[in-house]
Nanobody
Framework: QVQLVESGGGLVQAGGSLRLSCAASGRTFSRHVMGWFRQAPGKEREFVASISWNGYSTYYADSVKGRFTISRDNAKNAWYLQMNSLKPEDTAVYSC????????????????????WGQGTQVTVSS
């Protein structure tokens, strides 16, 4: 079966950095859109970042632009989220996701467009 597993979460002080990883198995995502979402306590899950199937374009929520960077490594069937200048409001469970349709070029921001999900990793940013 398809499985996505996040890693790299943890506790960090405001201003610090973390690098999240998503490792996929059961399917190759070298021609697929990949993304990251997060859900803070008491809030709905929200879009964080995504990368186009060919890696040429990246997309970010306004709240993380300039601080977070998404990247991919097709050889490892993995994608990453480098998070710098972390703020307490970044505290959330971060989940990686992918669109299972090869060459997808639709809405990169919409949660419903992603159909493969990891179970999440906790990121906590202290003030």
């Amino acid at each position: 079966q398809v499985q996505l597993v996040e890693s790299g979460g943890g506790l960090v002080q405001a201003g610090g950095s973390l690098r999240l990883s998503c490792a996929a198995s059961g399917r190759t995502f070298s021609r697929h859109v990949m993304g990251w979402f997060r859900q803070a306590p008491g809030k709905e899950r929200e879009f964080v970042a995504s990368i186009s199937w060919n890696g040429y374009s990246t997309y970010y929520a306004d709240s993380v632009k300039g601080r977070f960077t998404i990247s991919r490594d097709n050889a490892k069937n993995a994608w990453y989220l480098q998070m710098n200048s972390l703020k307490p409001e970044d505290t959330a469970v971060y989940s990686c996701a992918a669109n299972s349709r090869a060459y997808y070029t639709g809405n990169y921001y919409r949660e419903s467009e992603y159909d493969c999900w990891g179970q999440g990793t906790q990121v906590t940013v202290s003030s």
